[in-house]
């Protein structure tokens, strides 16, 4: 069996170009390149949902404000 090799680039390329049904199986295919990993003090776009990260906790937590819904929310640590 011949083996291939594609960059996480090739694959958001061809998830953005094609049909719902193909998008869903490239996500399928390769997970890893649509995991999104989140960095204090970046803005991320996500669809229609503005973010800026303030904090990250050990467990995962996100913290920071942002536009969700086209409303202003802030998510504090307390």
């Known amino acids: ?6 960059t996480k680039e090739q694959v958001l390329e061809l998830h953005e ?3 719902k049904e193909t998008r869903l199986l490239i996500g399928k295919m390769f997970p890893q390149a ?3 990993s ?5 803005i991320y776009k ?5 973010f800026y990260c303030t904090e990250i906790e050990e467990k ?3 913290y920071g404000y942002g ?6 929310k802030n998510r504090e640590n307390n």
């Not at 069996?1 to 594609?6: L, S």
């Not at 996500?46 to 503005?50: C, K, L, R, T």
């Open 1 to 6: 069996m011949e083996k291939y090799e594609i």
């Open 46 to 50: 996500i669809y229609d949902i503005i």
């Open 60 to 62: 995962g937590s996100l």
């Open 17 to 19: 170009s094609n049909s």
């Open 38 to 42: 989140f960095e204090v003090g970046k």
């Open 67 to 72: 536009i969700f819904n086209r409303e202003y």
């Open 34 to 36: 649509f995991k999104k």
